[in-house]
Every structure is written in C-alpha cells, then in structure tokens.
C-alpha cells in the first residue's frame, strides 16, 4: 500500500521537517547529482512555503514532501520527485518558469507546468459547457505529453484527502465526491491500483460515512479470527502447490473497504454473502504455473459457482492481469484466491508508474504503457475534431475514462481500443471515417458478422467495403445497436445532415413505407397526414424529411402508429339507454358495445393484437370472436353486412397480457440463423408457441413462420427490428394470412 509516512516532525525544533533525514531515506540507489538536486528543490519549497500551513495546521511543506514520497514509494525518478516539491511554487511565489528551467532543468519545468494545467480538472462540472470542454482539452494534453504529470496530481489529490477531516462537512463531501467521480477512473485506467484503493476508501469514508464505519467494524470485529484462518489456508496452500512443484509467494491480501461496498451494492448482498473478505494472494513465475496452481486450489476445494474470472485470458481496461477464485475452504468457510505472475503484480501495483521503475530492462512494461500512452493520445486526437457541441465532447471524455474497453486487431496487427460493446462499424470509424461510410459487411477471425456484432478483446477484424459511400440511416437508431461510440454516430449524422432535402424525403418515405409493412398496416388504418399530426411536423414532406435526416427515430414512429390506431377513449361512455348496454371491460382488455357480458376471445386466423384496428363478431355458443379488419374474413362479413358484427375497442389494461402473433421472416440460409433469431426472441422475454421453417435448396433462401406471444404493438415492432438486424436475414414482418 501507499504509506504516509511521518518521519518528518522532529519535536523541540524550529523546523519541523528535517529535510536531509528524509531525503537520504528515499534516496537508495540515486546518484549524488540527483540527491543535490532534491537538496536545492526542498531547500526553494522551504523557503517559499515557510509561512504557509495546510488545512490540519501542518506546515506546508510537509504536504509537497509527502506527494514527494508517495512518487518515491511507486519508484518514480527523480525529476518527477522535483517536480513534486515544485509543484506548487510558481503559484506561492514570484518566480518564472525561466528561472525554474535554469536551476532544474526542462524536463521538471514541463512536468510542473503540466501539473498547472492539470489543474482544469478542479473545474469540471462547475463551470460552463464551454469552459469545461476548454479545461478538459488543457488536461488531455498535459497528460498526453507526459503522463508522470498525472501520477503527480494524483498523489497531491491522495495527500490532500487524507486531511480531509479538517474541512467543513459540505466541502468534505464535495472534495470526496469530485475524487471518487474523476480521480479514481483516473488512477484505475492508468492500472495505478496503490493510489486507486486509498483514493477510494477514503472518498467513501466522507461521502457515506455510517456504512463506511459499518464496514470497517465488521472487518475489525473479525479481525483475529480471519488472520488466524488465512495463516492456516495459506500453510496448507504451501504444502498443496509444493507437490506439484511450484514455490509460490503467498499471502493474505487486505480487502477494501470501498470494493467490499461496491460488490454489496452491485449483487445486492449483505457482508455476511461477501466471499473475498478473507482472501490470499499466489505469486508464481510463469502464466503456466497461474493455471497449474488455480487447478490444484480447485481440486482441494470446492469453487464457489460465479465466482471465477480469468482477467490473464481477458485482461481489464487498464491492462490488470490475474486469476480471480472463491473457494469452499476449511471449516466451509469461503475466502477469495487471486493468482498471478510477479510482473503482473508490479503492474497491477503500479500500473504506468512500473515502466519508469523497469525502464533498465525491455519487458512487457513498454508495451503496456504504450497502449496506455496511446489511449491519452486519442483523447489528445479529439481536439483536431471540429466537436461544435461541448457537452458531447465532455460526455465523451467522461465514457472513455469509465467505461470498461476491448482491444482488437486490424488485419495487419494494430491493436485498436474500443469501448465495451462496440460493433465492427465502431472499429470501421476508430481506422477512419471514410471506411466507416463505405463499410458494407465485416468479417471477426475471417468469418462473415453481421455490423451490430458485440467485439471482444483479442479477435481480429475486417471490413468489407463497397465503391459508394453512403452510410444507412439504420446506423444511428439505438434499436439496431449498430454503433456504441459517440465519434462514429455523429460521423454518420454529419454525412447525413449534408444530404439534399428531396434525398430525405426519398429515404424518409421509403423507411416509413418499411416500418407500415412490418406492422401490417394498411391504408384505411392510418395516414401520412394523422402521422406528420401526432409527430407534430407542419407537412408530410418535413415529416419524411425529418425521419430521413434520422432526427424522427423507429422507436418515435412505432409509438406514434400505436397512438393513432389506440382507441380515441378508454374510459367507459355514460351509460345509455337501456336497450343498449354499457360497455364492459373483460379479461381480454376489450370493451365491447351493444352486448351483456358475453365472452370473449381472440380469433386464430389473424391474431389480433393490442392495439391494432379490430371488430368483433357474434359466433354461436362461443361469445364473441375479436378480429382484425383486415382480416379476409372480416372483410368479407363487412361486404355482407353482416348484422353479427360489433363495435369492439381496446382499452388500457392494468397488467400487461400477452397476445399471440404471427411473425414471418425471409433469408439467405446459413448456419445457425435459426437459434439466432430465437435467441433474439427469447432475449425479448417473448414466447415462442410455434414455429415453422421452409428452406428453397434451388436459392438457398428459407421462410419462417412464428407464433409469438407480446404485449402490444410496440413489443412486437421492437423484436422485429432485431431480427431483422441479423446476418442474412432479408425480411421481418407481421405474418398476413
């Protein structure tokens, strides 16, 4: 862990910090030019902060030397320990950067003057739109041209917060808030794992304060009892991995407070269920020896279900590496086992402060501070952007730093880093926005995928590109799930946006004329004229125009058609005169006028559903039957002017039931298309009661017919949209019989 070390107070002195003291402590294995340099440095910070305390009455100087040390404990050089004492000098004195240069070097300069510009970060989410994008974009760039400048903020921010106690309340809660919102996903995705669980324990120790105390008793109150039990699992360990030859370094591994919060919060568990608060650690040399030794704990006891994860296989965001096991132990207690290398401990520890420390060697540190390089430098990227909308560009920067990533492949081995759940149309547009518009198809460790596919780290990707440029509007409707990222979907409405107005128009008809088949709806049910009203457009060609331009999406236009087509009252009329009913709800949610309370029930030739156009009809013995009108057979009764015909309506039913519909999908035949599209319809939460396949072996095309169950119009048009996502599906709509 980062310790705070307090050798600093000498009592009965004048000067509390006996600067040569600690300097020699830190100084293992510095040169005498090196050691003279931090001399000169706290000897100017000395004088500079002579009058200064910090907020716990502390001298000020105190603080600089404690960042100091923190940097020194995660092996940083000596530059960026100057820097650290530096760090708040051009803002406490008169004295220029040229000057700084002068006595310490460029180098340390720079590294200050990053740490100034750092500073933006305090800004965020209090100033403007504006300001803020201005002070993001001054930070990405001081991280970006040295990242050392962040480690120095990072360790101010730790040493900062540890004295917390001595602000009002308010300000504790802010400061602690402002930490654990931008700090700690900080410190997490440069893998700085030291800074990281301090930051976060004590943010949660401000901003929850009883369930922070809560936990720690807990912990307290078991405290002995848990290390005797970890002494006598890591023993028994020893002997088990000495068997099969492995000498691990074992130990018991502290548990956080804050990640013991985080997982009871997340799965819902109480501290009781919480299985990692015992827990050890297994340092071994080789990723083999990690496997050999998870299989060895397995076989001597049990696993607990759910709880293994191989982030070896899978390495987290930042690049942490380890072998993640709970296990039924002795006296069927449970505790928590990670396994890993030595160097993936170093990593996981120190995270970019380890390739300074192993700089003398070329290991696997270099690699993965370049990737970690390279993602600031995409961040540093997006001011070349012409990003008009500043809430965007902060939104972005605020999902790169949270959000989880997967690593990829180009075809030719660049590693492109992308956020979770993105498709090949993201990693089209990360290479360029020109590929991204001209992609037609990808292929995921040469097999063909479909454009919404889900990447994980590690598969190789290919795209397959058309002459045309010409992005599909279905890219940037949420239901399609086609893009996850922010840059490419505005890349695809910019391409749009420039398009001519008759162009719109055309697409807009000819999406809208899409949507109206898949529904089954016809003409007599509703109009381009009822849709540009309820969408609330002055035309129907600035209705076209917007769904063209992507500005009216499929979810908007599938509420509006179930709107329209909903009955214009679902409250009961006054009762009329005797000789005709009252309406009357059944369990069926139907009102039906002109009749007693007669039964009711769905018809099988067509399937009516909430909320499509229906009537009913008086059969013999059976109540009434509910068709569509567009039944043949309604219709046909309608020529007749059959006197068995009712007025029925739907109404608004107070639990949602489920309706039987039939579904018909055309493709081109492969593999596994159908346990795709009814994975798609099971991940709805939609039942499937029948279904019916036809394959043409002459074109290689099949027909299937479901049976599915939904609760309205909307659900079904929703299941729809998905299956028609799928690879080689060519149609998906209502089944007409």
């Known amino acids: ?162 004295v917390l106690r001595f602000l009002p309340e308010e300000k504790r809660r802010r400061f602690a808030q402002k930490t654990l919102d931008l700090y700690t996903p900080l410190a997490n995705r440069l893998g700085i794992w030291q800074i990281k669980w301090e930051l976060e324990d004590l943010s949660l120790r401000y901003i929850e304060p009883k369930t922070y105390q809560d936990i720690a008793r807990f912990i307290d109150e078991r405290r002995l009892n848990r290390e005797a039990y970890i002494k006598k699992v890591i023993y028994l360990l020893e002997q088990e991995l000495s068997k099969v030859g492995i000498h691990a370094e074992i130990s018991g591994r502290p548990k956080h407070i804050y990640s013991i919060w985080r997982k009871m919060q997340r799965k819902n568990l109480d501290f009781q269920q919480i299985f990692d608060v015992r827990a050890v650690r297994v340092l071994v040399k080789t990723v083999k020896e990690c496997y050999v030794a998870l299989g060895t704990i397995h076989n001597q006891w049990k696993p607990i279900p759910n709880e293994f994860d191989d982030y070896i296989a899978n390495p987290k965001a930042n690049h942490y590496q380890s072998l993640h ?231 908007q236009i599938s509420r509006a058609i179930s709107e329209i087509i909903l009955p214009k009252s679902t409250h009961p009329p006054v009762t009329p005169p005797s000789s005709i009913p009252a309406k009357n709800k059944t369990k069926n949610d139907v009102h039906i006028t002109g009749v007693g309370n007669l039964s009711v029930q769905m018809a099988g030739c067509c399937n009516p559903i909430p909320y499509d156009p229906i009537v009913g009809y008086v059969t013999k013995g059976r109540g009434v039957t509910v068709h569509r009108r567009d039944c043949p057979n309604a219709l046909r009764w309608q020529e007749e002017g059959n006197e068995r015909l009712l007025e029925v309506e739907w109404y608004k039913p107070e639990q949602k039931q489920k309706y039987p519909v039939d579904i018909e999908i055309q493709a081109l035949d492969r593999n596994g298309l159908l346990v795709d599209v009814t994975n798609v319809i099971s991940a709805e939460k939609i039942n499937i009661s029948a279904c019916n396949t036809l394959t043409n072996k002459n074109d290689s095309t099949v027909r299937m017919i479901f049976t599915i169950e939904v609760n309205d119009l909307e659900q079904l048009g929703q299941v729809l949209t998905k299956i028609d996502s799928l690879s080689n599906v060519l149609a998906a709509r209502r089944h007409k019989h």
């Open 325 to 555: 096991t709970a296990v039924l132990g002795p006296e069927n207690k449970t505790f928590e086992v990670q396994i890993r290398t030595y160097d993936m401990h170093h990593h996981a520890e120190l995270g970019v402060a380890a390739h300074w420390r192993y700089k003398e060697t070329r290991t696997q540190a270099d690699d993965r501070f370049e990737q970690k390089i390279a993602w600031l430098r995409q961040l540093l990227s997006w001011k070349e952007e012409e990003v008009k909308d500043d809430t965007v560009f902060i939104n972005r920067f605020k999902s790169e730093v949270f959000e989880d990533r997967v690593y990829v492949l180009s075809p030719k081995g660049k590693i492109v880093d992308l956020p979770k759940g993105a498709t090949p149309l993201d990693f089209a547009y990360a290479i360029h926005t020109e590929l991204g518009h001209r992609c037609r198809g990808a292929k995921i460790n040469n097999k063909i995928v479909s454009l919404n596919h889900i990447l994980k780290t590690g598969v190789q990707v290919e795209i397959i590109t058309g002459e045309e440029i010409r992005p599909s509007r279905d890219w940037i409707n949420p239901r399609f799930n086609y893009l996850k990222t922010t840059r490419a979907i505005n890349r695809v409405k910019q391409w749009l946006k420039k398009q001519d107005v008759h162009q719109h128009i055309a697409d807009g008809k000819s999406i809208l004329d899409r949507e109206l088949r898949r529904f089954s709806v016809q003409e007599q049910d509703i109009s381009y004229e009822q849709l540009a009203k309820k969408l609330n457009f002055s035309s129907i060609n600035n209705l076209l125009a917007g769904i063209g331009r992507g500005d009216t999406s499929l979810a």
């Open 1 to 162: 862990m980062v310790n705070a070390k307090d050798p600093f107070l000498i009592p009965g002195t004048t000067d509390p910090v006996d600067i040569a003291v600690w300097i020699s402590r830190i100084s293992k294995n510095r040169s005498a030019p090196e050691k003279q340099m931090l001399f000169n440095a706290c000897q100017l910070a000395s004088e500079v902060h002579a009058n200064q305390k910090r907020i716990s009455g502390d001298p000020y100087l105190q603080h600089v030397l404690t960042v100091a040390d923190i940097l020194a404990d995660l092996g940083m050089d000596t530059e960026v320990l100057v820097a650290a004492i530096l760090h708040d000098v051009p803002e406490a004195a008169d004295i220029t950067i040229l000057e700084l240069e002068k006595k310490f070097g460029k180098t340390v300069v720079n590294l200050i003057t990053g740490v100034l510009q750092m500073q933006a970060i305090e800004e965020i989410d209090e100033n403007s739109q504006e300001q803020q994008s201005e002070s993001l974009r001054k930070m990405i760039l001081a991280m970006a041209e040295d990242v050392r400048v962040v480690l120095i903020k990072l360790a101010d921010r730790l040493d900062n917060i540890r």
